[in-house]
């Protein structure tokens, strides 16, 4: 009986299905719009050449983490769940300086791929070094299945992402609600949110709550974070 | 009129990218001095010339004039100052290019880099931030071409082709 369904099988990710582009809808709103405005992100992704070249534009410094690559290190340091042990073994994949803050967060599809509790401990490791406005970005995936692990997202343009799913087979997608992620990752609330046609959520996340004094913003980055309507919407833009 | 035999005058030919850049290279250049595979170095290291590390050294590397690169199967748990730095093996500490820094393919990287022009090539693994006020001109590469562009003003291509 010939078939006429045809359909991708997902099951597994084939390493032809690797690249893949997708639309940003939320980055662009958060880059600077002054030419000689600094800007200071921590990507949480694998180190790409492309985003490198697309933020030297803005200056500042680009902070590399590539934190699933520690994070298997960090989960078999700690078996339990506790918030407390956890969050000490997942500083140990942020070792930034205490003086250290961001302005912009990349998490990409990271949170997909994390426990509620290591969302929490993600957020408690990443609270000192976030001054009130941050901004956090992160695809949450509504998809029923996810690539064994996160993508690699690269920037060719401020509206468009190329991002490379990892080979093997396809694992449950836990498909996290808005309400309990904020819960989770405390300090947050939802600028943006944008539904993609591949299935994901992205989501600006911003700090609001800072209980220490924060540090002095870099030059030009303050007018951009005072000024928060700049460029950023508040009703979901398509 | 036109002259065709001008069209493939061997003396007019494009001028590539390539000819123009210092090209980023793992292999050592001919003056370098030379750390083997088998030596490991703990200390500190200073000069005016270029070095090519095989092995391993922990400490910290300050070369005054020259480059730095370290070959594929080099270790370095270390600081490296220099003009030009390639990595194609393994470094743990920061990098200080006064020209330019350049993470090859084998490449990688647990530190901070501080230099005018970085470029990082397809399959480079880095850890680390970089300073993006000195990295006036910020490279990706893929592993096919290379650029490490010295300066921060942007390269042009000039073809000098006659019709």
């Not at chain 1, 997902?10 to 719009?33: C, D, I, M, V, Y």
């Not at chain 1, 080979?167 to 943006?192: F, H, I, S």
């Not at chain 2, 035999?5 to 290279?25: G, H, I, K, L, Y």
């Amino acid at each position: 009986m010939r078939s006429l369904f045809r359909g991708t099988n997902r099951a597994t990710f084939q390493k032809n299905n690797a690249r893949q582009s997708q639309k940003s809808l939320g980055l662009r709103g958060l880059l600077p719009e002054s030419d000689t405005a600094t800007l200071r992100v921590l990507d949480l992704g694998p180190a790409r050449s492309a985003n490198l070249e697309f933020f030297s534009r803005y200056g500042g410094q680009l902070t590399v983490a590539d934190f699933y690559s520690g994070l298997r290190a960090a989960r078999a340091a700690t078996t339990s769940d506790e918030d407390e042990r956890k969050a000490k073994a997942f500083a140990a994949l942020l070792p930034f300086d205490k003086s250290t803050r961001f302005d912009l967060v990349l998490a990409w599809d990271l949170l997909n791929y994390l426990t509620p509790q290591e969302q929490h401990a993600l957020m408690t490791c990443l609270e000192p070094y976030c001054l009130a406005g941050t901004a956090i970005l992160a695809f949450v995936s509504t998809q029923k299945e996810m690539p064994p692990a996160p993508s690699a997202y690269s920037i060719r343009d401020a509206d468009t992402l190329v991002y490379e799913e990892r080979e093997g087979r396809a694992r449950p997608c836990p498909r996290y609600l808005e309400g309990d992620l904020l819960k989770r990752m405390q300090g947050l609330t939802v600028e943006n949110r944008y539904q993609l046609r591949n299935g994901m959520l992205e989501y600006v996340f911003s700090y609001r709550m800072s209980s220490r004094p924060a540090a002095a913003p870099s030059r030009e980055s303050l007018r951009y974070r005072l000024e928060p309507t700049a460029g950023w919407t508040t009703t979901p833009s398509r | 009129m036109w002259k065709k035999n001008e069209v493939n005058d061997s003396s007019v030919r494009p001028v590539t990218p390539a000819e123009t850049v210092q090209p980023a290279q793992s292999t050592p250049p001919a003056r370098a001095a030379r750390i083997g595979g088998s030596l490991s170095i703990k200390g500190d290291l200073y000069g005016e010339e270029d070095l090519f590390i095989e092995g391993r050294i922990e400490g910290k590397i300050m070369m005054k004039k020259g480059s730095v690169t370290v070959g594929e199967k080099g270790r370095v748990h270390a600081d490296v100052e220099a003009t030009n730095i390639h990595v194609a093996g393994e470094v743990e500490g920061d990098l200080h290019g006064r020209e330019q820094v350049v993470l090859l393919e084998t490449g990688r990287v647990q530190g901070n880099i501080k230099a005018k022009s970085v470029t990082l090539q397809n399959g480079a693994q880095f850890k680390g931030s970089i300073d993006m006020e000195s990295a006036g001109n910020a490279k990706s590469s893929s592993s096919e071409v290379v650029s490490g562009k010295a300066n921060g003003s942007s390269q042009s291509v000039s073809s000098t082709q006659r019709i």
